[in-house]
């Protein structure tokens, strides 16, 4: 599924299962919310916390992924109601990227390979 395709079918899945976009701060707040859940999984999975309930560990992967479609879901939610376009829109953040950071991470003693 491209990008586009992505957003025309989370478009039309709100228009039938959803019946309506949650306005923009809503979905805002919901997207944070999905983040924090992201970030609580990173931790006990590649940090140093670990989980309450041992049992959730073995499906810790599969919530992961979950969550991080929950935040595409959200995102993409976003970018329908606000008119981004967001093929468009990563093609150009790469553009920026590529033009701002082509000798900087080269350069970085920190992050280069042994």
């Given at each position: 599924?491209?990008?586009?395709?992505?957003?025309?079918?989370?478009?039309?899945?709100?228009?039938?299962?959803?019946?309506?976009?949650?306005?923009e701060?809503?979905?805002?707040?919901?997207?944070?919310?999905?983040?924090?859940?992201?970030?609580?999984?990173?931790?006990?999975?590649?940090?140093?916390?670990?989980?309450?309930n041992?049992?959730?560990?073995?499906t810790?992967?599969?919530d992961?992924a979950?969550e991080m479609?929950?935040?595409?879901f959200?995102?993409i939610?976003?970018?329908?109601?606000?008119?981004i376009?967001?093929?468009g829109?990563?093609?150009?953040n790469?553009?920026?990227?590529?033009?701002?950071?082509?000798?900087?991470?080269?350069?970085?003693k920190?992050i280069r390979?042994?």
């Amino acid at each position: 599924m491209t990008i586009k395709e992505a957003q025309q079918t989370v478009d039309q899945w709100i228009k039938t299962i959803g019946i309506r976009y949650y306005n923009e701060l809503t979905n805002t707040a919901v997207l944070m919310e999905e983040v924090g859940e992201v970030a609580r999984l990173m931790a006990r999975i590649y940090g140093e916390q670990s989980f309450k309930n041992p049992e959730h560990a073995a499906t810790a992967k599969t919530d992961l992924a979950d969550e991080m479609a929950d935040v595409l879901f959200v995102l993409i939610c976003l970018a329908n109601q606000t008119g981004i376009d967001l093929t468009g829109a990563l093609k150009k953040n790469l553009e920026k990227k590529t033009k701002r950071d082509k000798e900087r991470h080269a350069s970085n003693k920190k992050i280069r390979k042994q």
